[in-house]
């Protein structure tokens, strides 16, 4: 087990360091996913894609080049990160190319500063969002203990389709940090607080 644990970590290490530092239409959705696992991910993916694509509306585009310090990803390059994680995961597990449209290549360092404006950012995340969805759509349960090749390491499609869930939380998290610090509120705490506001007003006598 902690091999396992071992192995995880340092995936998702390689994985993030990989990139330090497409642009194609987005797809109708999927299908409903064939499994209970792969609905259930799909059920929490889901949420932070919608948060990574609410947050990236907020932000203007003069802070899309912003980076907390030299040598860290800029705004506009950790949204295009989540996008390269997207393909390449659901590349490993499923053996399928992103669309030619997209202009995916394996080199997240030229990937991440493939643009840094915003309404285009925005269309390459969903587009990787939807091939995300048409690939755990299409993926049967018998897949779920195949193994696959991610960065060296002999891992199943599980795994690294809990580390495609983990990539985009991390980077979700890195986001909502940088919005912060340039003092943009996440769009779902700002209706967090109006509903807290309401619930307050309603108790008033």
């Known amino acids: 087990m902690k091999n396992v644990i071992r192995t995880l970590a340092t995936v998702g290490l390689v994985l993030g360091l990989v990139g330090s530092t497409a642009h194609a239409a987005p797809v109708a959705p999927a299908a409903a996913a064939k499994g209970a696992f792969q609905r259930d991910l799909l059920g929490v993916y889901s949420d932070a894609e919608k948060k990574v694509l ?9 802070k899309f080049d912003w980076r907390p310090a030299p040598g860290v ?11 390269f994680g997207n393909y390449a995961m659901i590349k490993f597990v499923t053996g399928k190319e992103p669309p030619a449209e997209a202009g995916f290549e394996m080199n997240p360092v030229k990937w991440d500063k493939k643009s840094k404006d915003k309404a285009e950012i925005k269309k390459i995340l969903e587009a990787s969002f939807a091939f995300v969805h048409a690939g755990l759509a299409a993926l ?3 897949d779920l203990d195949k193994m696959v090749n991610f960065f060296g390491h002999e891992m199943t499609t ?24 340039n003092k943009i509120t996440p769009p779902w705490s700002k209706d967090e607080k109006a509903n807290e506001k309401a619930h307050m007003a309603e108790k008033k006598p």
Not at 54 to 62: F, H, K, S
Not at 73 to 83: C, G, K, N, Q
């Open 54 to 62: 609410d947050l990236e509306e907020a932000v203007p585009q003069n």
């Open 73 to 83: 990803r800029s705004i506009a390059e950790a949204y295009l990160h989540i996008a």
């Open 140 to 142: 049967p349960d018998a």
């Open 158 to 181: 599980r795994a690294v389709l809990i580390i495609l869930d983990g990539h985009i939380n991390e980077h979700l998290g890195q986001s909502v940090a940088y919005a912060r610090a």
